[in-house]
């Protein structure tokens, strides 16, 4: 009688997960294929391809989805309107016609999801992976940014003069323009190291995820300004070069490492040196020893 009844509501329970899985895929799919497509070919509007850390942290996010399933599934059946509510909003957002809008619509169905099936402890579960969906959701947010970077531009100008200054390059620094001889490099918002930063906040926090050390608020906190330091450093250092690389008349050079793929094996190799950075703050901030007594 009781495995009976069970069949049923197991069936039940695995068609509306696959019919809501099925409408999101049929949504979005294209949508994040369009993100996608943009983001590897280098063929999206510049403020978009700020978020091209989506293109491991949205599978990154699906993945702690996974890791979750079978916490998710023994949470109770918990309905909130308020999920109601946000899912009515992402598809007034989603049949919108501004671009900022439907993007956005994404995080906030998902929550909704989350809070109509299975209330604020759903989620709580998922709080992470929503989070890691919404920062690497394109919006316009670097476009108001980038008014408020000149400060940055002229401190990585300065100081890129200075190192070229003791390399003996004849150089002029004017605001957020360096001049060798007559070719100019100029750092740009965009050459300011904005979506470096971005992007290495975004791979910190997947790493603190991965390390298990978002409990520790300094380990937290250490990590994340050190990474902001770091990222700063590796601009100075690759504006340092493209300005002795141009300056200098290495244009293939310069074209390789600004247009191609030498900046992002540049970027790749700075991430991959946060790895070492989260192991030494560890050390420096071990787990407290239980009590044995």
């Not at 990590?223 to 330091?229: G, I, K, N, Q, Y």
Request: with cysteine; proline share 5%; glycine share 8%.
């Amino acid at each position: 009688m009781h495995v009976g009844r069970k069949i049923p509501i197991s069936i039940e329970r695995y068609l509306m997960d696959g019919a809501i899985v099925a409408l999101l895929l049929l949504l979005y799919a294209p949508l994040i294929i369009h993100w996608y497509d943009g983001w590897l070919n280098k063929s999206i509007s510049l403020e978009h391809e700020y978020f091209s850390h989506g293109i491991i942290g949205f599978p990154f996010a699906a993945y702690i989805c996974w890791l979750n399933r079978d916490r998710w599934q023994a949470l109770p059946q918990r309905s909130s309107p308020i999920g109601l509510g946000l899912m009515a909003l992402g598809a007034v957002f989603y049949l919108s016609s501004l671009s900022n809008l439907v993007n956005l619509s994404l995080p906030i169905v998902l929550a909704g999801l989350c809070l109509w099936l299975k209330g604020l402890s759903g989620l709580k579960l998922q709080a992470f992976s929503l989070l890691l969906v919404f920062l690497a959701t394109p919006t316009s947010m670097p476009y108001l940014i980038e008014p408020y970077t000149f400060p940055l531009q002229r401190f990585i100008a300065g100081m890129a003069g200075f190192i070229l200054h003791q390399l003996r390059l004849d150089v002029t620094v004017r605001d957020i323009a360096l001049y060798v001889g007559d070719r100019i490099v100029e750092v740009a918002p965009h050459c300011a190291g904005l979506k470096m930063l971005f992007t290495s906040l975004y791979v910190g926090l997947m790493l603190l995820f991965w390390r298990e050390d978002l409990h520790s608020r300094a380990r937290v906190t250490l990590f994340l300004v050190s990474t902001a330091l770091m990222s700063v450093l590796a601009n100075i250092i690759r504006n340092t070069l493209l300005t002795f690389m141009h300056g200098t008349g290495r244009d293939s050079l310069f074209a390789w490492f600004h247009d191609s793929w030498g900046g992002d094996l540049y970027s790749a190799c700075m991430l991959l040196l946060l790895i070492p950075i989260l192991i030494g703050i560890e050390r420096l901030f071990p787990d407290p020893v239980p009590d044995q007594s």
